[in-house]
C-alpha cells in the first residue's frame, strides 16, 4: 500500500471517529508553506494528521496585505485528494462577490468576517445555498455578542487569536476567555457548530486553546516554518489531544 492510500485512508479513519469521540483536528495554513513547492509541502502536513487545508485570501483592503484567490484554490484542488477540505477564509471586502469563484475553485468551507458582512444572515444563507460549510469569523476586538443572531446556521465559529492580515504574530492571550465564552453559549443554547482559532497557534499555546474549548486548530508558522512540516503537524496534534477533556464516551468505554 502506497504511504498516500494510507494516509488518506487514516484521515478518512479520524472523520469517522469524530462522530463518536470529541475530537480536534489541525488546519495547517497554506500562508506559510513554500510556494515553490506547495503541492508536496501540504502533503507532508496532511501525513502528520492535518484534516483541512486552511487558505488565507487577502485584498489589501479589508487587511494589510495581499495574498491569493480562486486560481490557487483552483491548483489546491487538483493537487490534494478530494477527501481533505478546502477551508477558506475571506479576509476581504464585500465577499458576497467572490462566494461563487471561490465555490467553483474547489472551497468546502468558506468563512466570513463579521466586521466585513452588511448583511451577515444573508451572506451565510448563499455559503449554505452552495452545499458548503459556512463559517463566520471574528476579530480580536469583536465580541462573540454580535453573532448571537446567526449561531443557529454557522457550522463554525473562527475566532481570530492575532489581527488579521500577517503570519507569524504573538498569539493574544484574551483570546482564551472569547473561546471559553463562545462554547460555554454553544452549550447554553444546545447548538452544535465547530470553533476555529487562527493566530499564534504554537506548541506553547495549543494546550490552552484546546482547553479553552477549540476544537480546529488553524497553524502555519508552527507546521512549516521549521523542520519538517510532518513531524511539526504531529507534535502539534499530539500535544492538543493530550489536553483534550475527556470524553464522557470514552470514559464510559
Not at 22 to 46: C, G, K, N
Not at 121 to 142: D, M
Not at 211 to 234: P, Q, T
Amino acid at each position: 500500500m502506497e504511504p498516500v492510500h494510507y494516509m488518506l485512508n487514516f484521515t478518512l479513519v479520524l472523520r469517522a471517529l469524530g462522530a463518536f469521540f470529541i475530537m480536534v483536528q489541525l488546519a495547517p495554513s497554506i500562508l506559510s508553506a513554500d510556494f515553490s513547492r506547495l503541492a508536496a509541502h501540504v502533503q507532508e502536513a496532511l501525513e502528520g494528521g492535518g484534516t483541512l487545508l486552511h487558505v488565507d485570501v487577502m485584498d489589501g483592503h479589508f487587511v494589510p496585505n495581499i495574498t491569493i484567490g480562486p486560481p490557487v484554490v483552483a491548483c489546491l484542488r487538483k493537487a490534494v485528494s478530494n477527501t481533505v477540505p478546502l477551508d477558506c477564509h475571506l479576509m476581504i471586502e464585500e465577499p458576497d462577490r467572490y462566494i461563487d469563484s471561490f465555490a467553483e475553485a474547489g472551497a468546502d468551507w468558506i468563512s466570513v468576517h463579521q466586521e466585513a458582512c452588511i448583511h451577515l444572515h444573508r451572506t451565510l444563507e448563499s455559503i449554505k445555498q452552495k452545499g458548503l460549510r459556512a463559517g463566520v469569523v471574528i476579530n480580536p476586538a469583536t465580541p462573540i455578542g454580535t453573532l448571537s443572531e446567526v449561531f443557529d446556521i454557522v457550522d463554525y465559529v473562527l475566532v481570530m487569536s492575532v489581527n488579521p492580515g500577517f503570519g507569524g504574530q504573538k498569539f493574544i492571550r484574551n483570546s482564551l476567555e472569547k473561546i471559553r465564552k463562545l462554547a460555554a453559549a454553544r452549550t447554553a443554547m444546545n447548538l452544535k457548530f465547530e470553533i476555529e482559532v487562527d493566530g499564534g497557534i504554537s506548541q506553547e499555546t495549543v494546550a490552552d486553546v484546546v482547553k479553552a474549548g477549540a476544537e480546529i486548530l488553524v497553524a502555519g508558522n508552527a507546521v512549516f516554518g521549521k523542520g519538517s512540516a510532518r513531524a511539526n503537524a504531529e507534535k502539534l496534534l499530539s500535544l492538543a489531544q493530550d489536553a483534550m477533556p475527556a470524553s464522557p464516551k470514552m470514559a464510559r468505554a
